[in-house]
């Protein structure tokens, strides 16, 4: 079992930055793949940025290309991302999950470990 914790959301303006953290713990020798995704009310959980843990390859959603930034600290077991020019169409809540082996990056279906999530509003 690999157990997921984000941490670092919050509110900001319009243009501003935020920084996701995600701890894992558990049986993380097993992680292949981890990812953020993001939900807003009324719409589908939808991949940010996914990253393979082992090489730090990485994948971007458009929306999140120029902006955001997805990284890993393997000596600690965190997974970052870093927001930048924050919209308010950014709203949601941002959820840390992983996967023990490849695939596609973009479906939530692929993952079997989920974090609590944490909530990120954009103020216009």
């Known amino acids: 079992q690999v157990e997921l914790v984000e941490s670092g959301g919050g509110l900001v303006q319009t243009g501003g930055s935020l920084r996701l953290a995600c701890a894992a713990s558990?049986?993380?020798?097993?992680?292949?793949?981890m990812g953020w995704f993001r939900q807003a009310p009324g719409k589908e959980r939808e991949l940010a940025a996914g990253?393979?843990?082992?090489?730090?390859?990485?994948y971007y959603t458009d929306f999140a290309k120029g902006r955001f930034t997805i990284s890993r600290d393997n000596t600690k077991n965190t997974l970052y991302l870093q927001m930048n020019s924050l919209k308010p169409e950014d709203t949601a809540v941002y959820y840390c999950?992983?996967?023990?082996?490849?695939?596609?990056?973009?479906?939530?279906?692929?993952?079997?470990?989920w974090g609590h999530g944490t909530q990120v509003t954009v103020s216009s």
């Open positions: 558990g049986r993380t020798f097993k992680i292949y793949t």
């Open positions: 990253i393979t843990w082992s090489t730090g390859n990485t």
């Open positions: 999950a992983a996967r023990d082996y490849s695939g596609d990056y973009s479906s939530p279906r692929q993952y079997n470990y």
